[in-house]
């Protein structure tokens, strides 16, 4: 069975970091394209982060987190990062960690590409 579990959650004030990890289980984690992706109540999912199993890898970043983020990947550890750094407002939200086997590079940024969600963990960032 195909696990995904979030960790790293939390409150922070603006101006802060915070790294949330994807754990992943009962799956070839290299062949997954993994990613998180981020909702606030009453607003359409929207693409944080995400990188492709292909090699080389592709990492994508959603527009309002460029420059901000970073994702990684740990292959031999099951595992995907996200630093998130310059924290602001507007990035509270539920964070999900999802993966896929079968996303292509052109299509990293969309929710409907990800077959596999993890529980969600939340970020505050206060003001």
């Known amino acids: 069975e195909v696990q995904l579990q979030a960790f790293g959650g939390g409150s922070v004030q603006a101006g802060g970091s915070l790294r949330l990890s994807c754990s992943g289980s009962?799956?070839?984690?290299?062949?997954?394209?993994i990613g998180w992706f981020r909702q606030v109540p009453g607003k359409d999912r929207e693409g944080v982060a995400c990188?492709?199993?292909?090699?080389?890898?592709?990492?994508w970043y959603g527009d309002s987190v460029k420059e901000r983020f970073a994702a990684s990947r740990d292959n031999a550890e099951n595992t995907m990062y996200l630093q998130m750094s310059s924290l602001k407002p507007e990035d509270t939200a539920v964070y999900y960690c999802v993966g896929s086997r079968t996303v292509i590079q052109s299509s990293l940024r969309s929710s409907r590409a990800y077959e596999y969600w993890g529980q969600g963990t939340l970020v505050t960032v206060s003001s």
């Open positions: 009962g799956f070839d984690f290299d062949d997954y394209a």
């Open positions: 990188i492709s199993s292909e090699n080389p890898t592709i990492v």
